[in-house]
Every structure is written in structure tokens, then in C-alpha cells.
């Protein structure tokens, strides 16, 4: 993790400022690239091997432990679950950025009813928000938007893993969907700490985050950067701010409107 936190600083803006600089010469940024992609492997192949840590010793419990009790037995196994899913998503996350970087990512787009979408998100993210209420508020007779719905579902969910991630257990994660003029709007909105003024600008860089604690929990900062690329990649954007009636984080995506709901 402490390298992680490092580099989860730095390295993104390393790499650009050496890029930029007149101060290097070709074989200097070449070796400092090098030096710095070592060091992301290094925490990459960390954080893959946390949660592998924790599956192995849990099935080596299951394994080697006859007497376990039914409750012990549960528990171990939601661990390996959880730590498993969270290797998932880190290894997507990986991919779904090699992807937007090497402009690999081309949307298959379509017209998509946005509450079908919630839907199937919310269905996809039953695990993760099991601790946390949610509530939806979709205006009736949302416009459909053209969107690619699988790259969009990622969106979502990773918006909402941040929200139960970042936001306290027993809080309200709310989802409202509204028209405004010929754009659609889709608003996440938590109960959490809420993002300081000054990083909303910065959330959506690669390895940003905001508050040193956050690197002791699970993730990569690459969650809200790979938000933004499919978003944009689909014509839509998308921003983040706070909630003016309390506490919390808020991220709007607004995409434009193509035809009326069918519904
Ligand atoms: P991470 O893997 O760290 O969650 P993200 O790119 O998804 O990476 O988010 C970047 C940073 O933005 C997080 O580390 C956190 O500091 C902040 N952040 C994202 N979502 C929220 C939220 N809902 N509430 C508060 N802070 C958030």
C-alpha cells in the first residue's frame, strides 16, 4: 500500500512532467520511464496479491481446519467471495484503462432505455450496496439516450462502489434520473464525506485520490478516470461535486436525449 500511495500521487504527473521537459534528454526520460513503469508493476502485482493473501488463508482454514463451526465456515467463505470479486474489479479496472488508452475502446452504441440500465447495475451491484440503503427516483417516461449499455453499466457501478466504499454503512445512496431540455441527467448522490472543493477537479485524473486514508482501502484510482473515458467515449459527460443540502458527494452524468421512452 505504501507504494501504491506513493506512486498513486506521482506517478501519473511524473510521467507527463518527464514527457514535457526540456531538462531530459531522450535516454534519460527513456530510463526514468522505465524506472517509474517498474515501480507501477511492482504495485500492481501488490495489490493483486492482498486479496489472494486473504483467499488462500481462508481456504487454508476450510482446508486444514476439521472442527470449524457452520458460522466460521460462512465467514471464511465470504471472505474468498469478497476478496475474489475485489480482484475482479481491480483486473478490470486494469483493463478497461490499457483499453481507453490505446483508444481501444469504440462503443457499440444503441438506443437504451436508462432505467433498464439502473436495473441491471443496481442487480450487478446487489453485493457491494448490501450495507448501504438505495433509493432510485427515475422521472417517468425518461427520453431513451444512445449509449453503449455494457460500457455504461461499468460506469454506474463503479459510481456506486465509490459511493458504498467512501460513504458510512446505514446511509442512503440515491440514484434520480430527470430530463432537463433535451438532455437526460443521471445523478448519483451519497451521504459520505463529500469530495474538498479543491480535488473535484482532479478526481477523474488517473490515481488521484483525495484523502491519504483512501488508499488503505481497496482500489486504484482508476475507477473515476475510466468513468470519465467511457462517458465521453459515448458523447456524454460528467462531473462531480458536492451535495448542498448535506454532507456528500454528488456525480452527474448528462447525456443527450434521443427519442421518447417507449414505456
Ligand atoms: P479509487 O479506486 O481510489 O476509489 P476512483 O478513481 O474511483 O479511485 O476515485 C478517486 C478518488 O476520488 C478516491 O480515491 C476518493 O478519494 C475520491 N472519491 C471518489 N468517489 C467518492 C465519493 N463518493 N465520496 C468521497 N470521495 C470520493
Request: glycine share 8%.
Amino acid at each position: 500500500r505504501r507504494l501504491l500511495d506513493a506512486l498513486s500521487d506521482q506517478a501519473a504527473l511524473a510521467i507527463e512532467r518527464i514527457n514535457l521537459s526540456k531538462d531530459f534528454d531522450k535516454a534519460q526520460r527513456a530510463a526514468e520511464r522505465d524506472r517509474l513503469q517498474a515501480a507501477l508493476l511492482t504495485s500492481i502485482s501488490h495489490d493483486l496479491r492482498t486479496p489472494l493473501a486473504s483467499i488462500l488463508g481462508a481456504a487454508d482454514g476450510l482446508a486444514g481446519l476439521p472442527d470449524l463451526t457452520v458460522d466460521d465456515r460462512k465467514a471464511l467463505l465470504s471472505t474468498i467471495q469478497e476478496e475474489a470479486e475485489r480482484l475482479n474489479r481491480f483486473i478490470a479496472n486494469l483493463l478497461d484503462m490499457t483499453k481507453l488508452e490505446s483508444g481501444a475502446v469504440t462503443p457499440n452504441m444503441g438506443l437504451v432505455d436508462v432505467s433498464e440500465v439502473v436495473g441491471s447495475t443496481l442487480r450487478r451491484a446487489e453485493r457491494i450496496l448490501a450495507g448501504h440503503r438505495v433509493e432510485t427516483a427515475l422521472d417517468p417516461g425518461l427520453p431513451m439516450v444512445r449509449i453503449d449499455p455494457v460500457l455504461f453499466e461499468q460506469v454506474l457501478f463503479n459510481l456506486l462502489d465509490n459511493a458504498a466504499k467512501y460513504a458510512p454503512a446505514g446511509t442512503i445512496i440515491s440514484m434520480e434520473g430527470r430530463r432537463a431540455g433535451n438532455l437526460v441527467s443521471l445523478r448519483i448522490l451519497d451521504e459520505g464525506p463529500g469530495i474538498p472543493q479543491a480535488d473535484l477537479e482532479h478526481v477523474f485524473d488517473k490515481f488521484y485520490r483525495v484523502r491519504k486514508a483512501d488508499s488503505q482501502r481497496a482500489g486504484t484510482g482508476l475507477g473515476l478516470a475510466i468513468c470519465r473515458g467511457f462517458v465521453e467515449a459515448m458523447g456524454g459527460t460528467i462531473e462531480a461535486g458536492n451535495r448542498a443540502d448535506r454532507p456528500g458527494a454528488v456525480f452527474t452524468i448528462t447525456l443527450p436525449a434521443q427519442a421518447e421512452a417507449t414505456a
